[in-house]
């Protein structure tokens, strides 16, 4: 046990050493956090548009004031002519342009029917289709009061209620994925770049021929790393509480218990890579490529899984972040019980034991 | 000039000894423009619908055939109480519940008016916001059918209405692939030359023959040169792979001048192999110098208006994004790539990059001591 002790002790002075290193695995979790949390938000304000009215009659005034009005949008009525808004669209300075023809209010009023023409910037699709809808819901608004005195007939009216994040926040999606990705980063990277840092340097034969079991070395090795990751888990959560305002709505308890769980899952994720690999750069790569990315892009948070090839789709399975994502999500916005969540722990905790048993299997004690 | 030949003929030895930077160079462009805008795809489609029908009416059944036939909706609970539709949603197998009130096609002829519920699971705003928008599209649409039936429609219009008229400019069929991958491809430029460069001149460290390029006459300038003009030349292929990639794969072909695009990738190249330098000359190992240029990517990348747009962001962040290589790379491939922009449209943002490029270059040099 004394020995063990002192290894651990051996490893956090590798890991304290390299301050660089230190201050990033601490600020990382901090900027992303405040990154999604603040700067990446799904919903739509201040898009720059310009409105060409050409009427400049009463109604086209007042669908212009309701538009200004609006949050979503920022106006600009200099523009004049037809090539300076597509000069305008080109330059990415607008990202829609609302044009109200001549006589606008006369065909309103005579004829019952006005026509109003709407060019959107659709490089980004899900922008122009948001874009032109609130649009519309404006104009569509300012009809219902011209038309207040005779009454539609037949009329639904759908009254919609957001569940979790009625303000259509980013950081209730964002702060589960963050995590995720900050525990497979500290624990899979940098447990298999140190094993491996060892292995290269040459201070492995060292440390195999010391009467330290082998076994036990790697053990002390993930140590440092796994009370990292609990350092940042608890950090994300204190800001996305205090700063985003985002409150754990399950238990906390079970919240960190999974967390564990997960760091487990991924240091034996790292052991293995390093068990495999012999040099830092190859260590790096595969965990990069192999781990990150995959955890990036599959796990959900930042790419909606549904819309994958079906064998994509299927491929999500197999990354780890997936589950631990869908649990955090579940137990922190959701506020859901171990009930809910007893199959995505079942999966994580069969990877851990899968893993570990393998890198037992193919660890070698002597060296080529 | 000769100093510089025989320092290339050097670097570029090194780099082709190394399997792994070449693999990288040809594998990663390819594979990360097949699977990414695959993967990438923020169209709002397959949105899970459970729908409470109280009413059990021909109306609500005509509404709900509407709805799953409008092709963004899939039907995956009917006829539950809210309690259980709730269940779907907490278990991800709903993001949507509609329900239908009793009495809702009574109510709706004799009263004239009649609510509709839906709820909707937010956690992804994105989602959350277009498929409602959607779903009420569907329902207004609905609407007015209903009112055909009963209303006999004149030959005028017996309210006033306005038609909105609304096209979609420079990628009509709104497909997403077209919006990810000329941000994809600026992302691949950059990881590739911010990562090759950032390990290059630590790796000299680590192994210990920086010492033995310091006790030689080079120049500093001659050396940082020497390192930039390799890795220049691998951008630019990387780049020139994935513009075939999308052309070959998703048929993307650049609307503008391809030579405005290779001339503007030139002086980004420049500036973010300066900075991958620039991190190279400040960390003593590889794994430091990896971990610092994942962290500036990754903000670089994050906040670049790659998967969302800077508009919407608040103002701290927008500042923040103009000392951000990266999103005048996006926004000049999606400009010129997409809408054809010409060389007047993005000089602003040529003049940011060329003035990126001389800051962090002479920086490297500055910071790169030839006495340890």
């Known amino acids: 046990m004394k020995q063990f002790l002192i290894f651990i002790k051996k490893e956090f002075a590798h890991v304290l050493r390299d301050r660089k290193t230190l201050l990033i695995l601490f600020g990382m979790p901090v900027v992303q956090i405040l990154i999604f949390g603040f700067a990446l938000t799904s919903e739509v304000k201040d898009a720059r548009i310009v409105i060409m009215d050409q009427a400049n009659d009463p109604a086209s005034q007042q669908i212009i004031a309701k538009i200004e009005a609006s949050r979503y949008f920022k106006v600009d009525k200099t523009v004049r002519s037809h090539q300076q808004m597509e000069e305008a669209l080109k330059r990415g300075d607008i990202r829609l342009a609302v044009i109200f023809p001549a006589n606008f209010n006369n065909d309103l009023l005579h004829q019952n029917a006005a026509h109003l023409q709407i060019i959107a910037d659709a490089t980004d699709p899900n922008n122009a289709t948001t874009l032109t809808s609130y649009i519309s819901a404006i104009v569509q608004d300012y009809l219902a009061d011209f038309n207040k005195s005779n009454n539609i007939p037949y009329r639904i009216a759908p009254e919609i209620r957001f569940l979790y994040n009625p303000e259509l926040k980013g950081a209730p999606n964002y702060v589960p994925g963050v995590m995720a990705l900050v525990l497979m980063l500290v624990c899979v990277m940098m447990t298999a770049v140190s094993i491996v840092k060892e292995k290269e340097t040459g201070t492995m034969e060292v440390l195999l021929v010391s009467p330290f079991s082998p076994f036990k070395v790697i053990v002390a090795k993930a140590v440092p790393y796994l009370i990292l990751s609990l350092i940042n888990v608890t950090s994300i959560l204190v800001l996305s509480v205090f700063v985003l305002h985002l409150p754990v709505n399950g238990s906390i308890l079970l919240l960190f218990a999974e967390s564990m769980l997960f760091i487990i899952t991924c240091l034996t994720i790292g052991i293995f890579i390093s068990v495999k690999t012999n040099t830092m750069q190859v260590a790096m790569l595969i965990s990069l490529m192999g781990m990150m990315l995959p955890t990036i892009l599959f796990s959900g948070f930042m790419f909606p899984i549904e819309n994958m090839p079906v064998p994509l789709q299927l491929f999500s399975n197999i990354i780890p972040a997936k589950w631990y994502y869908i649990i955090v999500k579940d137990i922190m916005i959701k506020g859901l019980g171990f009930g809910a969540i007893w199959k995505e722990t079942l999966i994580l905790a069969g990877t851990t034991v899968i893993m570990l048993v393998i890198s037992l299997k193919s660890f070698k004690i002597r060296l080529s | ?372």
Not at chain 2, 129 to 151: A, H, M, P
Not at chain 2, 199 to 208: A, D, M, Q, S, T
Request: charge should be positive; charged fraction near 15%; glycine fraction near 6%.
């Open chain 2, 1 to 372: 000039m000769r100093t510089i030949k025989f320092l290339l003929q050097k670097e570029f030895r090194q780099i082709f000894r190394d399997r792994a930077i070449v693999a990288m160079v040809i594998v990663m462009p390819v594979m990360q423009l097949l699977i990414l805008p695959l993967a990438a795809n923020y169209e709002v489609k397959n949105v899970n619908v459970a729908v409470i029908d109280n009413d059990h009416s021909s109306y609500s059944q005509k509404l709900i055939t509407k709805i799953t036939s409008s092709g963004y909706f899939r039907l995956t609970g009917y006829d539950f109480s809210f309690k259980q539709a709730y269940k779907l949603i907490e278990s991800d197998d709903a993001d949507l519940i509609l329900e239908i009130p009793h009495g809702f096609e009574r109510n709706l002829v004799r009263e004239n008016e009649q609510k509709l519920f839906v709820a909707v699971n937010a956690i992804n705003g994105t989602k959350a916001n277009l498929g409602s928008v959607y779903l009420l599209n569907v329902i207004q649409d609905f609407n007015s059918d209903v009112r055909l039936q009963f209303i006999q429609p004149g030959k005028f219009n017996q309210q006033p209405t306005i038609y909105i008229d609304s096209s979609n400019w420079f990628n009509p069929l709104l497909n997403y692939h077209v919006f990810m991958v000329p941000g994809i491809l600026a992302v691949l430029v950059t990881m590739i030359g911010g990562f090759l460069s950032a390990l290059n001149i630590v790796k000299e460290k680590e192994v210990g023959t920086i010492e033995q390029i310091n006790v030689t006459p080079i120049k500093k300038y001659h050396f940082i040169l020497g390192k930039l003009i390799p890795f220049w030349i691998l951008g630019n292929v990387v780049f020139t792979l994935g513009l075939l990639v999308g052309w070959l794969v998703y048929g993307i072909t650049p609307v503008g001048s391809l030579l405005l695009m290779y001339g503007f990738i030139a002086v980004y190249l420049l500036a973010v192999l300066g900075f991958g330098l620039l991190i190279s000359t400040f960390c003593e190992s590889q794994q430091q110098a990896m971990f610092v240029m994942f962290f500036f990517l990754m903000i670089f990348i994050l906040m670049g208006g790659l998967f969302t747009s800077i508009d919407s962001m608040p103002d701290w962040a927008k500042t923040v994004t103009k000392f951000n290589p990266v999103s005048y790379l996006i926004e000049v491939m999606r400009m010129i790539m997409l809408k054809g922009s010409g060389l007047k449209n993005i000089l602003s943002q040529l003049g940011f990059i060329a003035l990126f490029a001389v800051v962090f270059n002479s920086l490297a040099i500055y910071n790169y001591k030839k006495t340890s």
